[in-house]
């Protein structure tokens, strides 16, 4: 069985600095699953086809953890100042 998602996010001017940093996941290399993520805008475009729902659970935990986590940091990154 086949199973697909498909997952927009609205990042804003984030967009682009979460898709540089996951572009190294993306080389990775899975039997049961494959991903892929473009950036279209200010949003970005994850699609994830899986051969079953465990792998597909398991691929989503992943990637939405990835994505939260960077989306987390950047906007921490933003707002923290350099004293010097």
């Known amino acids: ?3 697909l998602a498909e ?3 609205d990042a804003g001017s984030k ?3 979460i898709y540089e940093a996951l572009l190294p996941e993306l080389a990775e290399d899975y039997q049961r699953t494959k ?3 473009k950036l279209e805008d ?3 475009i994850l699609n994830v086809e ?3 729902l465990v792998s ?3 691929a989503l935990n992943g990637w939405l953890r990835l994505i939260k986590i960077t989306y987390e940091m ?3 990154s933003l707002n923290t100042q350099v004293i010097s």
Request: charged share 10%.
């Open 42 to 44: 200010n949003s970005l």
């Open 7 to 9: 997952f927009e996010f």
């Open 56 to 58: 597909m659970r398991a």
């Open 50 to 52: 899986a051969n079953d």
């Open 35 to 37: 991903t892929t993520l």
């Open 15 to 17: 967009s682009g600095i």
């Open 74 to 76: 950047c906007s921490l």
């Open 1 to 3: 069985m086949l199973v």
